[in-house]
């Protein structure tokens, strides 16, 4: 058994050491090694009390590394004293005394907002201790209000609250609030009520004999020693992984994540990991970052979802306005949905039936690029360009047209940028110029084909498009789900080529990666195409049930707050500069073939042979054998085939930049060049 506990209180001197020396004092007879841990203290002698007492041999300074003389607040003690928070010295202390006893009892100071030093309390002290609380109350008037809001912030907090205990620390019988407090508490606590401590008129063993019956012990102990479930076992059980062969996971070792942390995320292992592709593209300023937690629970305490069929909610219609502000030009109008593949689906129907409302009833057909990938949905999977994912479903898709997309590294025409003057695109002309007629839209990633393998366009293409796609009367569906919200180093991809799409898709970061929501933006021209007499019937006739989530909306709204009010697309210049000479360093190595990026997308092309640009074969999975041994190293990246793929959180620092960049070289060097 090996366990520490967190005493916390409602207030200063409320007992929390005469409760420590009871439960240390309890455990012991049961026969249980205690040790104490009183990180920080503010005069007084509580440690060398609870050292004494218990017969610790633990050096004081162990037991209590931070003592300050003024009985002050530890953050305004330390700074009167001309000290610093040493949180290193605490956390070492910690895990020595924890190593040394079975239980380990962690005395707090004052209560859970008492500042450690600016920005860190003693709730955050827990978290980073990661321990089961118990609240100590004082029995009289005035708990309950103290109880309940201190029982109601640790669980906000995200503590693990083991309970209450009630200390009488006043002599003489109990007066009628002290009688009834205990009944109060735990009829509105949803915390267990572990123990009432009765005044103690002298503190030794003979009269902790006497009360031995008023505190829980077991319960204490027992919800402290809940059984560790088996995640990963329960995962394999009940779970289909997407694009997962459910076989391969089955017999392989797998992380379940319980907990994130800016960029990082923490698996059931105990291990951190840095989140290489932000969650799969999503995340944007890190895990449990204050000010997107803060916006859910300010909305959740409003509502959290009501239809946007027939009704409207506030968080959306801020959004939309903020949308259209940051958005190219001329997109004026937002439909909401939840997901890439359905903005997508959208953004194909609203073209199609744009056409029909206006009259111009052939044009019909949608073209897209090769090594498109738009959503997994069927109409999404219609306009995709990828046959490893694509080809199975093809008896049930719509019949499209396809053109060649610039690949740069795989030139169909073997010519080479920029004197191939965009060849590549002329095939895309002439489909435009011969089927104009029929074609509704062209559909587009713009600049960056992420899922393909981080397929990054020579510079003129994307402007290029827009100019065909305008000559030949063909709309313009910009898909930015994955390429929206600075992760190319500015807002949108549209805008390094100052493209105006006539329809924009977005999702992915649109939440900062925590909720699903996603939009599609149109022009006022395609909107006003839909807007007639009821009997008409030009309506879209499309929606989905949670679109519009007034959660989701807000964190997004919060999302865009921080991009303004941190600089995020400014602060990304120094770090798309580090990652683009370090990239370089990565040329050197036999089995890359192709290193490519734009902002923090980066793809890095592994290939059997460097000079005739031979791909691994798919079954020798070089790059789940490269993601294997990053993760060994504690990165989680998720490999496009052989393209290892580099897309971290845009909070990203640069020492965690230079982490993930200088182990994925190793990582590739080992595995493609020793096989190791
Ligand atoms: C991820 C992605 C999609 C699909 O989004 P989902 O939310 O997974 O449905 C569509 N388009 C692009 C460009 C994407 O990267």
């Known amino acids: ?363 019909k057909k949608f073209v897209h690029l090769d090594n498109s990938y738009h959503g997994d949905s069927i109409g999404a999977v219609s306009v995709g360009g990828i046959d490893l994912f694509h080809k199975v479903y093809h008896p049930l898709l719509f019949k499209t047209f396809s053109a060649p997309s610039p690949y740069c590294y795989r030139c169909s025409l073997e010519k080479s940028y920029p004197s191939c003057k965009l060849a590549c695109l002329k095939k895309l002309e002439d489909l435009l110029e011969k089927h104009n007629k029929k074609i509704a839209a062209l559909i587009i990633e713009p600049i960056v084909q992420a899922a393909s393998g981080i397929i990054v366009w020579p510079k003129g293409a994307l402007a290029r498009i827009r100019k065909l796609c305008s000559r030949y009367d063909c709309l313009l569906i910009v898909d930015e789900v994955a390429t929206g919200f600075g992760r190319t180093g500015k807002m949108f991809a549209c805008e390094h080529e100052d493209v105006r799409p006539d329809i924009l898709c977005v999702a992915k970061s649109i939440s900062a990666g925590y909720l699903p929501l996603a939009a599609t933006l149109t022009t006022e021209k395609i909107y006003n195409a839909f807007l007639a007499p009821y009997a008409q019937m030009k309506t879209f006739f499309h929606g989905h049930t949670y679109t519009g989530n007034a959660l989701a909306c807000a964190v997004s709204l919060a999302n865009l707050d921080l991009f303004e009010k941190e600089k995020t697309i400014e602060n990304l210049k120094p770090k798309i500069a580090l990652l683009k000479k370090q990239l370089q360093t990565f040329k050197i190595l036999k089995h890359v073939g192709d290193i490519r990026q734009l902002g923090l997308m980066v793809g890095v092309e592994l290939v059997k042979d460097k000079f005739k640009k031979t791909p691994y074969a798919w079954e020798e999975k070089i790059g789940i054998k490269v993601c294997n041994r990053l993760r060994e190293k504690g990165i989680i990246l998720r490999p496009l085939g052989n393209v290892i793929v580099l897309m971290p959180p845009l909070a990203i620092s640069r020492g965690e930049l230079e982490f993930l960049i200088k182990n994925t070289f190793e990582a590739i060097k080992q595995i493609t060049e020793s096989g190791l």
């Open 1 to 363: 058994m090996k366990k520490a506990i967190f005493i916390t209180g409602t207030d200063t001197g409320v007992g929390k050491t005469v409760v420590s020396f009871v439960l240390a004092t309890l455990l012991k007879q049961i026969g249980i090694d205690v040790g104490i841990f009183k990180p920080v203290q503010c005069a007084g002698n509580d440690a060398s009390f609870l050292k004494n007492r218990l017969n610790l041999d633990d050096p004081l300074n162990i037991i209590n590394p931070i003592y300050l003389k003024h009985a002050l607040s530890p953050a305004t003690a330390l700074r009167l004293e001309k000290k610093v928070f040493d949180k290193r010295k605490i956390l070492k202390c910690f895990k020595e005394l924890q190593k040394k006893h079975d239980v380990l009892i962690v005395e707090g100071a004052g209560g859970l907002l008492v500042p450690l030093k600016d920005n860190y309390f003693i709730k955050d002290l827990i978290l980073e201790l990661n321990l089961p609380t118990i609240i100590v109350a004082r029995l009289g008037l005035g708990t309950i209000n103290h109880t309940l809001l201190t029982v109601n912030l640790a669980k906000e907090s995200g503590i693990n609250v083991l309970g209450v205990i009630l200390n009488q620390d006043t002599p003489g019988i109990r007066n009628l609030a002290q009688h009834s407090n205990p009944g109060v508490i735990k009829k509105l606590n949803c915390t267990p009520l572990l123990g009432i401590l009765p005044h103690l008129a002298k503190i030794d063993t003979a009269h902790i004999n006497r009360i031995k019956q008023n505190i829980d012990i077991e319960k204490i102990l027992k919800d402290e020693a809940a059984p560790k479930n088996n995640w990963q076992e329960k995962d394999k059980r009940y779970i289909w992984h997407p694009f997962t062969q459910m076989k391969d996971w089955n017999e392989e070792e797998q992380l379940v994540i319980e907990e994130g942390k800016g960029n990082f995320l923490k698996a059931t292992n105990g291990r951190w990991y840095l989140d290489g592709v932000s969650s799969l593209w999503v995340n944007v300023h890190g895990h449990r970052k204050p000010q997107l937690d803060e916006a859910i629970i300010r909305q959740l305490k409003k509502i959290s979802h009501s239809t946007m069929l027939g009704l409207s909610n506030i968080p959306a219609i801020e959004l939309a306005e903020k949308l259209v502000d940051i958005a190219p030009q001329n997109l004026s109008k937002v439909f909401y949905s939840d997901n890439g593949s359905t903005a997508v689906e959208i953004a194909i129907k609203i073209c199609y039936q744009y056409w029909q409302n206006i009259g111009t009833i052939n044009k």
